[in-house]
């Protein structure tokens, strides 16, 4: 890894809480991953198994009865919540559907009555295109905002950012996580993407996400690619570590699982509920987050890919998690008394 990698991982590490005796459930960290349809179940699998394989307390699945079956038998190990409502089929010779099923702001209020439990939400891995289910989404996005809370989102619910800028825009703690596509279709919609054209060919390859990330008001958005970089349009971070090179669908549910893990150790940083041996300062440690969650999963990926090779596939990184954070950041443990 280049210098500048190693310093900023150095750095990631101070955010990391150590295993001690005195912490009680939950303390290290609670994220709900709110996606899951009936034709998309993987996707908040896999961002909710990395977010716990990295170490948080309780990982949490918010997402349809359908979908809530299927997810509960991939593990026991999460919390699976079927509250979510797609739109009653137009093909149904009969509605069972009640009005308050099919009203989003209904749907959505014992969603936003959980995430009081929880430090840091997910949004869009295997949400799919369903209004409902958009419209639902909205209503959380807006909710999660008014508590402050820190927020992933991917996938689909790029697409309500695409619509609706203003949903995030000027939220400094907001993550995107776009693919190439979802990248060009937000600096369409947030009428940039003749500026990052131009960049493309004349500036340095951090303009374009440094170009979004400004539009966007400070929220520090992820372009994906060979490097990774990270900007809020203040701050620039470039990801250099190597990754594995197949492209399986579902390596980017990953990265948002672990980005949601960092940023849950970033309240127990600031909550002080151990004594950090460095000194890093809060307007930092939403970067040094994406950071860490970006390092993870590219280096879960080299690991899988060294394994499979072209076979490869989402859950292979899944299975590297742990391995990936020894690598990275080794025993954190040992920089304290766990007895303390």
């Known amino acids: 890894m280049s210098a500048a990698t190693k310093e900023v991982l150095g750095r990631v590490r101070q955010l990391i809480p150590p295993m001690l005796e005195k912490f009680h459930k939950g303390q290290l960290g609670r994220v709900a991953v709110i996606g899951g349809s009936e034709d998309y179940t993987g996707a908040p699998y896999f961002s909710a198994m990395a977010s716990a394989r990295l170490g948080c307390d309780l990982s949490h699945v918010i997402c349809t009865p359908t979908a809530a079956t299927v997810i509960k038998s991939y593990s026991p190990n999460l919390m699976v919540h079927p509250l979510m409502r797609s739109s009653p089929s137009s093909l149904s010779s009969f509605n069972t559907e009640s009005s308050d099923e099919t009203d989003p702001s209904h749907v959505a ?67 995107l996580t776009p693919n190439v596509v979802e ?22 390859e951090t303009a374009k996400v440094e170009a979004l990330a400004k539009a966007l008001g400070g929220v520090m958005v992820v372009q994906k690619g060979a490097k990774d970089h990270l900007s809020d349009g203040k701050t620039t971070f470039t990801v250099d570590l190597e990754g594995g090179r197949k492209r399986s669908g579902g390596q980017g549910d990953t990265l948002t699982g672990s980005i949601a893990t960092f940023l849950a150790w970033r309240k127990a940083y600031l909550d002080g509920i151990w004594e950090a041996w460095g000194k890093l300062k809060e307007e930092e440690l939403i970067g040094l987050s994406v950071f860490g969650g970006s390092a993870i999963t590219r280096e879960c990926s080299r690991l899988a890919f060294a394994k499979k090779g072209r076979s490869l596939q989402a859950s292979d990184l899944t299975d590297e998690v742990h391995t990936a954070f020894l690598n990275l950041f080794g025993d954190v443990d040992e920089d304290v008394d766990p007895k303390l």
Do not use: N, W
């Open 183 to 204: 990248f060009g279709r937000l600096t369409k919609a947030l009428g940039v993407d003749e500026e990052v054209k131009e960049l493309a060919e004349k500036a340095g």
């Open 109 to 175: 209020s014992p969603i936003i009555e959980l995430l009081g439990r929880c430090h840091v939400v997910v949004i869009g891995p295997g949400l799919g295109r369903d209004p409902l289910m958009q419209e639902t989404c909205a209503h959380v996005i807006r909710a999660a905002r008014e508590k402050g809370m820190p927020m992933v989102l991917d996938a689909d619910a790029l697409l309500l950012v695409a619509k609706d800028p203003s949903l995030v825009k000027g939220y400094g703690l907001a993550v």
